[in-house]
């Protein structure tokens, strides 16, 4: 365990329940000094078993957390490959996530929906990679919703598909604010006629590479972290 999760009552702080347990299970020595997480602002902190509990002392404050990054666009694929693919986002430090899905979609209006409706177990799972990694901000995740609905909101987005002419390069991926992965069967010709028409940077991986939607996904992001 890298780093736990504080939660502030009045002027007092308390661990979350979550990793008050997982403590107790793995029997940590006590006391532990270890990094700690409040509303974005990263900790110092001592913990102190007393009976049955744990208790945290010698609170000390580090520094506010930045939650500035680009945004990925995730489409929707096979769950357990979209869990790895999180997962391993999250290890990269990705800080925003938007799940769509498109005109090649494989999904239906009722599997987006317990999608959707599930979107709090895939948070959990950010949560396990954050501990692993030592990835100490937490990436929002927004519900899956047609890409169609998202062309408005995007910030100068970089389009990574097949169909196009123009080699993806490191300058692409360090100036992106957003980057949208095409999916399983890339984006249709009326996606890419939308895209052109509302000047988005389309570029696909120099020949002949072509990745699947989350490997993409973490090559990109690999590149971004260390460039």
Known sequence: MRFVRLEKLD???????????????IRSKFPLKIQAVCENVELSV????LGSDIVVKNV??????????PVYYFPLIDSKRLEWGLEKLVELSVQ?????YSDHSTYN??????????????KNTVEEA???SGNLIKPILHPAVSLDKLFD?????????????SILSATDIATMKSLVIGPEGDFSSREYKEFSKRNFV?????????????TALLYVASIRKFL
């Open 153 to 165: 909101h995007m910030d100068c987005p970089l389009v990574l598909g097949v169909h196009d002419d």
């Open 46 to 49: 001592e913990l102190h078993q």
């Open 202 to 214: 389309i570029k696909k991986l120099a020949d002949p590479f072509i990745l699947r939607t989350e």
């Open 109 to 122: 209006k009722k599997q987006i929906q317990k999608f959707n409706d599930r979107l709090d177990k895939l």
């Open 60 to 69: 000390k404050e580090l520094s506010e957390l930045s939650t500035q990054g």
């Open 130 to 132: 954050q501990k692993q």
């Open 11 to 25: 002027s007092s702080y308390q661990l979350s329940a979550r990793d008050k347990k997982h403590l107790q299970v």
């Open 96 to 100: 925003e996530i938007q799940f769509y």
